[in-house]
């Protein structure tokens, strides 16, 4: 059982940076892949970033490429989303979620456990 709890989120101008963290529990944390997914009022969650178990592999979506940044720090059973150059459209709630699957990060079936979210807002 992993539980995940996010926070970092808020108002910001565009332009701006936010970082987010997803603190998670369980000893089994270091064998999860971990996604960031966001979901905008009366639109789909969809993919942001991952990484894979080991920490050696990120994905991203072609939207926040070059600007956002996904990493993991294990002794504090911990991912972060790094995001720069922030704009409207990045708006809407942040979620982390933990996944025992190795490939297919982009998809929001394959993973296993998700935390509440964290809202951003990003104002023109």
């Known amino acids: 059982q992993v539980q995940l709890g996010e926070s970092g989120g808020g108002l910001v101008q565009a332009g701006g940076s936010l970082r987010l963290s997803c603190a998670a529990s369980g000893r089994t944390f270091s064998t999860y892949g971990l996604g960031w997914f966001r979901q905008a009022p009366g639109k789909e969650r969809e993919f942001v970033a991952a990484?894979?178990?080991?920490?050696?592999?990120?994905y991203y979506a072609d939207s926040v490429k070059g600007r956002f940044t996904i990493s993991r720090e294990f002794a504090k059973n911990t991912v972060y989303l790094q995001m720069n150059s922030l704009n409207p459209e990045d708006t809407g709630r942040y979620y982390c979620?933990?996944?025992?699957?190795?490939?297919?990060?982009?998809?929001?079936?394959?993973?296993?456990?998700w935390g509440q979210g964290t809202q951003v807002t990003v104002s023109s």
């Open positions: 990484i894979s178990w080991s920490g050696g592999s990120t």
């Open positions: 979620a933990a996944t025992r699957a190795s490939r297919d990060y982009y998809r929001t079936s394959v993973y296993d456990y």
